[in-house]
């Protein structure tokens, strides 16, 4: 298990064979989205990771930055050959992603009703 810490924002790393799960919590803006990016982007580029899951359900705040991160991580997924789903997408993220229009650019599992 992998922990980032800083301030409002963390995200923690777990492993299972050839499958890793972020969960990031907090919010994703400017001065967070280098740790996020380095995150996602540093388990893809694993040669043993070939699945990444991006668990969001404790995101708070998400904008643009932590869009372009998704993004440029989907990219990176692509080429490296690893399969990158979001998980547990709350709807204040989803929302952007369609406003967007990027929400069909990711293989997304939504956060199950309470």
Known sequence: ???????????????????????????VDLSTEDHLRQALLSLIGEQRVRQVVVDLREIGFFGSDGLRVLAQA?????????????????????????ITG???SFRIRKLAPT
Not at 7 to 13: G, L, M, P, Q, S
């Open 1 to 27: 298990m992998t922990v980032h810490r800083e301030d409002d924002f963390a995200t923690t790393v777990l492993r299972h064979g050839d499958r890793a799960v972020v969960y990031v919590s907090g919010d």
């Open 74 to 98: 989907q990219l990176a997924s692509e080429l490296e050959g690893v399969t990158l789903t979001l998980a547990a997408v709350p709807p204040n993220v989803l929302r952007i992603m369609e």
């Open 102 to 104: 990027m929400a069909g």
